[in-house]
């Protein structure tokens, strides 16, 4: 990669980046939709940092440095996956303590608490969250009331044996990016040599998207829940595996009803690559009768919860017939929000990998885009935050920026290590991004 390359990446990516908040504008000026003020950011604020803050950056930079020079990548899985959670923690520092582990655990919207843990400290124990979860959703906050009882529960659970929001915030952080990076690395080791799977950990711990939202976002327990599943998933094993896959479907299910997902991947790579559908098949049809179960033995109707969700989070009926120039606005702004939180420069390497080798990572990408754009389709992130709520497509997004030969190359490597890291921390720095 030139100086002349990475000018033109960022030239063109700018341009593409005016243009969308150039149509925004002219749009809005001739009609009403829904568009995020700060195109495509959904949830954002400018913001200049505290002097305190910036030790947390400086931290994070440091340990960054220490890190690139001493290539953690090729010192082990334990090293890349401990040290990029590291860098991580170091970085959320920048918003402070409060405002980086505790604000987005308890932070208030309007004077409102709005997110899981101010649902989980109303409860008046975790048999209300399952026998009585299908009776009391409509009365729950926001993001409560939209998931299974799987999120509220582990939040009563993290609220009784850690009580304040920060260490909350802190474990739930260090939980789901200590699962996903270890994931990632055998995930990325089914495509790859060992030293591009653990260069791949090393880069997904640097990607934006995971610097702002791994921290203190039940969505990045969900994608290490997600990638669990991938990870387990492979056609040509047998049924441990394949028990295993089940395992981590159950328990993505039990936080989110989106799991669903996860079985269009699945079958699309069995289908691509062993022309069958028996195991995908039979993942869906057991996870159903399982969740089914869930009425009889517990009194908690799992399908009567996610139509209920559904209906909560679309109170005016389907975005597409309500309102179809927003349905289309914010299709626009959720991919756009992916590739603004990716950067010009992992862009540029995931098409030069696609376009440059072909393999078995090929049909992993293309079912999970294909997976996202049909729940794009349907409507699904209607008020964006795709970055954050999309964390899971990023595994599968690494397989093609991993596959370029740009990036076999040390140079490249470490280059595309400093640029997305400068990102993410100018992101972090200028911007706030929750509720």
């Not at 082990?76 to 520092?93: E, Q």
Request: charged share 15%; with cysteine.
């Amino acid at each position: 990669m030139t100086f002349r390359t990475l000018l033109r990446q960022a030239a063109l990516f700018l341009a593409a980046w005016a243009a969308g908040v150039g149509a925004v504008f002219l749009g809005k000026q001739v009609t009403h939709f829904n568009a995020a003020h700060y195109w495509p950011l959904s949830i954002f604020k400018p913001r200049w940092p505290a002097p305190a803050h910036w030790l947390g950056f400086a931290a994070a930079a440091a340990l960054f440095t220490i890190a690139l020079r001493f290539e953690l990548w090729r010192r082990g899985r334990f090293a890349v996956v401990g040290g990029g959670s590291l860098i991580v923690l170091a970085s959320a520092l920048g918003q402070g303590w409060e405002g980086g582990y505790a604000r987005p655990i308890a932070g208030l919207s309007d004077g409102i608490g709005v997110q899981y843990y101010h649902a989980a400290i109303e409860l008046s124990g975790p048999g209300e969250a399952l026998h009585d979860f299908n009776a009391i959703q409509p009365r729950l906050r926001n993001h409560a009331a939209t998931h299974p009882p799987g999120a509220l529960l582990l939040f009563w659970a993290l609220a009784r044996l850690l009580t304040a929001p920060a260490l909350i915030g802190l474990a739930l952080a260090l939980g789901s990016l200590l699962l996903g990076g270890w994931l990632l690395h055998g995930f990325l080791g089914r495509f790859l040599d060992a030293e591009r799977a653990a260069l791949g950990t090393w880069l997904f711990f640097l990607l934006p998207a995971v610097q702002i939202y791994a921290v203190a976002s039940l969505d990045a327990l969900i994608a290490g829940c997600f990638l669990g599943c991938l990870r387990c998933f492979e056609p040509e094993r047998a049924w441990p595996r394949l028990l295993a896959a089940f395992a981590w479907l159950l328990v993505a299910a039990w936080l989110t009803f989106a799991f669903l997902y996860l079985l269009p991947v699945l079958a699309w790579v069995e289908l691509r690559s062993r022309r069958t559908l028996w195991r995908s098949a039979l993942l869906a049809l057991a996870a159903g009768l399982a969740l089914t179960a869930l009425r009889p033995l517990v009194g908690f109707d799992y399908w009567q919860a996610g139509i209920s969700a559904a209906r909560l989070d679309n109170r005016e009926g389907w975005l597409l017939l309500a309102d179809p120039l927003s349905y289309v606005s914010t299709r626009v702004e959720d991919v756009a929000e992916i590739l603004l939180f990716l950067g010009p420069f992992a862009i540029a390497l995931a098409w030069q990998g696609w376009r440059a080798r072909r393999g078995e990572w090929r049909e992993w990408t293309r079912g999970g885009l294909l997976s996202l754009a049909g729940a794009l389709l349907a409507g699904a992130y209607k008020t964006g935050e795709t970055a954050r709520g999309c964390l899971f497509i990023l595994p599968l997004l690494l397989l093609p920026i991993l596959a370029a030969p740009a990036i076999a190359r040390e140079r490249p490597a470490r280059l595309l290590s400093v640029l997305l890291f400068a990102q993410a921390l100018a992101m972090q720095a200028f911007g706030d991004y929750f509720w």
